[in-house]
């Protein structure tokens, strides 16, 4: 069972920047992922970004070269740095975590509560 804790989210100018960060806690064996998604009032939830312990990290394409993801694999917790930003990124950002734990073989996926961004013009 893992909780996620997402803070950074807020207000800010077309063209500025604002760094998200996510932080697992629980009984984790191993983390396998971590990253981030968005949703917009009815728009389907997109992936922004998702880094595997194992693998390459991967962007939307609407966010590459502006947002970069990063990790303290010590602390189990992920970043989001969004540069650059848009108003059309207004969106609330889900932290998203695959992880193995103890109970289970098979990987455990969680959300985090969704922390709000909105870019002004």
């Known amino acids: 069972q893992v909780q996620l804790v997402e803070s950074g989210g807020g207000l800010v100018q077309a063209g500025g920047s604002l760094r998200l960060a996510c932080t697992a806690s629980g009984n984790i064996v191993s983390m396998v992922a971590m990253g981030w998604w968005r949703q917009t009032p009815g728009k389907k939830r997109e992936l922004v970004a998702d880094?595997?312990?194992?693998?390459?990290?991967t962007y939307a394409d609407f966010v590459k070269g502006r947002f970069t993801i990063s990790r303290d694999n010590a602390k189990n917790t992920v970043a989001l740095q969004m540069n650059s930003l848009k108003p059309e990124d207004t969106a609330v950002y889900y932290c998203?975590?695959?992880?193995?734990?103890?109970?289970?073989?098979?990987?455990?996926?969680?959300w985090g509560q969704g922390t709000q961004v909105t870019v002004s013009s």
């Open positions: 998203y975590v695959r992880v193995r734990v103890p109970t289970r073989s098979e990987l455990e996926g969680s």
């Open positions: 880094a595997p312990t194992t693998g390459t990290t």
